[in-house]
């Protein structure tokens, strides 16, 4: 029961961008058009479930074991970098054409906070192993829901009449504002 | 080498006109999920500051010898572990606000405004430069982080670094503020109202 009570609030209640300020960068950056932000959120989620069982059994079988919590953070971002590098590659040996539409996206999840912020918090939570991977999945898809709620926002806004001065980033975080308040009605919903 | 008017210039356009957070948008994540409060803004910024001077040095300095290829996986690390000396110092000596950091501080480790600065600037720019170039966009980081947090503290809490100048009786703190959609609305409408002012100013 517990594995899916932290996919929920890791996906819906504590929303990992919208609660925890995780991944805004490709939150304003990728979230113009709604397929490229859907591809975003379904490379993000699985580089992040990924990371999440792979971080654990780093931190759980070397860095605790052998007592090093100082590398914990050279250690977490060396894994998380190379899983990047590896999905890269594996996606363009496999799926050429899904690789043209990520394109410059895919190296940036290197630098998406929120896969680094998800493995520290699953270390700090000592989450087990099938909790930390239910944690990754529902921060995944967490993330691609809020990624896509806001596209579908952005492209109806092209149509609106918005205030020269608010035009882009301004527009777009009153925006997130606006679905933080409205996610914030999910608020005690689970105590997790 | 460069005069010293060019140095200047490196430090003060950290400052306004290519503020990290307000014109390039960068490091928005600590920007937005800290300033609860004006001293965590102010924390967080210090901290971050630390990390892009002492990251921007090592970079500058080894710019010759690392090869092109590996430059990313290089920097990340060197950041890692300048960022592991704040968290390990803030943890020591000022552990309250270590506390409320929380993990945001080894997220220093992946904001963009420090990468950016090192493959932008650090990698391609001697010693000297890109060390001013790393304090002004530190300090212009800190400003906006202090500005932000001191605008949702006067309006969440009443208070200001900590300190209440307005009671309940007369003034209800607007708690939406300190709370997560707070940090969306101030930061947005900050950004649209230096937008409208710098867009008078060109008008006129």
Redesign the interface.
Known sequence: MKPLMIFISAAVVNNLV????????PF?GVSKRLDTALNMGFATTFVMTLTAVITWLINTHILIRFDLP?L???AF??TI?SLVQLVEMFIRKTSPPLYRSLGIFLPLI????SI??LA??EA?REYTFIESLFFGLGGGAGFTLALVLMAGIREELEFADV????KG??????V???L??AF?GFAGLLTV | MAGSGTILKEFKKGLWAENPVIKMLLGMCPALAVTNSATNGFAMGMATTFVVISSSTMVSLIRRIVPRQVRIPTYIVIIAGFVTLADLFLKAQFPVISKALGPYVPLIVVNCLIMGRAEFFASRHPLFPAIMDALGMGLGFTGVLVVLGGIREILGSGSIFGVVFMTEEVFTPWVVMILPAGAFLTLGLLIGIINYASQRREST
């Open positions: 919208l609660a925890y300020f995780l991944g805004i960068c304003l100082f914990q953070y050279v971002i060396i970098a290197t630098t998406n906070c680094l912020g520290l918090f700090l205030p020269e001065s608010l980033a301004p527009m777009t975080l009153l997130a504002g606006m933080a308040l914030m």
